[in-house]
């Protein structure tokens, strides 16, 4: 596996720095620059997330509207031609512009013709929705009925193995973008998005398709035991008491022993108790270490706390999540995982004519 590109990325020169082609600094006021579509040259890299917006629209607000591109992920001419292609003439930014010369384009993915991933954005949201769909089925049945059956929920998954498998980078962008659906749990979107992501990592470092599937029925049923916790406690960033803190503590054990009874893999059991392990000990429940802890646990622990950094941060975007705060703190991660994530969320399809 190539190295991830982000980390040697300051010292791979070839770029230069220019001004927006609107002619705007978008950092100087902290506001929200508009660029025109046209004028920015392909595989550009902007400093800051790029967001979409319809002709005549007011400059999106930090948070909302859909992100189109984010550091260090360039802006490719799959993208600027997709954009063409839907009439979307101008992007927003608080970035500036630094123009990527030739032969200097680290994460270029393979070949996408705009039509392509026009099919493979919506093929994407789609698995997205039915994920979300199957998730909340199965906490709903855990809730109400105290049951799972562990045979059906394998089965459908390795239908969602394979189409995350093959859409990862409009999959990502989903995920970066979903916001909550009416009605939605906050506990199964987590369980929705830290599948994906953990789906992502797997495929890259080419876990088997039996692997795979047990790897998204844990990500999926990991945190079903905070169902029987107050929200008041399990969103809380800090917890207000020692009782609230074994309170949480609980849900990695309970999850195994409950999982366990339903006639889950032991590999899957183990993964919903050793998801909050850190590789240099100071996790829970046992405080493991390194190769103690299972290969899905060091997966699902990557892909949950990149997805509550992004959360807690309101970033959106997955490379910059990784760059300032799991990679300041790589001693908790698994180092291939890691860098798994790292070079997927670095990815971008090449473009190809249609
Ligand atoms: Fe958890």
Redesign the pocket.
């Known amino acids: 596996m190539k190295e991830a590109p982000w980390s040697t990325r300051a010292a791979q020169g070839n770029q230069s720095a220019l001004r927006g082609p609107a002619g705007d600094r978008a950092d100087e006021d902290g506001s929200m620059a508009e660029y025109k579509v046209r004028d920015i040259a392909a595989d550009s890299v902007f400093s800051e997330p790029v967001f979409a917006g319809d002709p005549g629209d007011t400059p999106p607000e930090e948070g909302a509207g859909f992100i189109l591109n984010a550091p260090p992920l360039p802006f490719s001419r799959a993208l600027r031609a997709l954009l063409l292609e839907w009439e979307f003439t101008q992007v927003y930014s608080r970035g500036v512009i630094t123009e990527r010369r030739a032969g200097g384009a680290p994460g270029e993915g393979p070949a996408v013709s705009p039509r392509a991933a026009r099919e493979q954005l919506g093929r994407a949201a789609e698995t997205y929705r039915n994920l979300t769909g199957f998730a909340g089925t199965l906490f709903t049945q855990i809730s109400m009925a105290g049951f799972v059956d562990h045979a059906g929920t394998a089965e459908q998954m390795s239908g969602f193995v394979k189409s995350v498998t093959e859409d990862q980078y409009f999959m990502l962008k989903v995920v970066e973008s979903a916001r909550a659906q009416p009605g939605s749990h906050a506990l199964s979107e987590h369980a929705v998005k830290s599948a994906v992501i953990s789906l992502i990592i797997g495929a890259q470092i080419k876990l088997s398709a039996p692997q795979m599937t047990e790897l998204g029925v844990a990500a999926l049923l ?2 079903t035991e ?1 169902l029987y916790i107050p929200p008041r406690v399990y969103l809380a960033t800090q917890w207000s008491s020692v009782e609230d803190q074994k309170l949480i503590f609980t ?2 054990a309970l999850g195994y022993k409950k999982l366990s009874s339903f006639g889950f893999s032991p590999l899957v059991c183990r993964a919903v108790l050793e ?2 392990e850190a590789m240099d000990g100071s996790g829970y429940p046992q405080r493991l270490s390194g190769d103690q802890i299972s290969l899905y646990a060091r997966i699902l622990s990557c892909a ?1 706390a990149c997805l509550n950094a992004a959360g807690a941060l309101l970033r959106k975007d997955m490379a910059l999540v990784l760059k300032e705060v799991l990679e300041p703190q790589r001693s908790k991660y698994d180092e291939t995982v890691l860098k798994a994530l790292s070079y997927a969320v670095t990815q971008s399809p090449e473009a190809a004519a249609s």
Request: hydrophobic share 10%; net charge negative.
């Open positions: 990991h945190e905070m849900h990695t998801h909050h949950c």
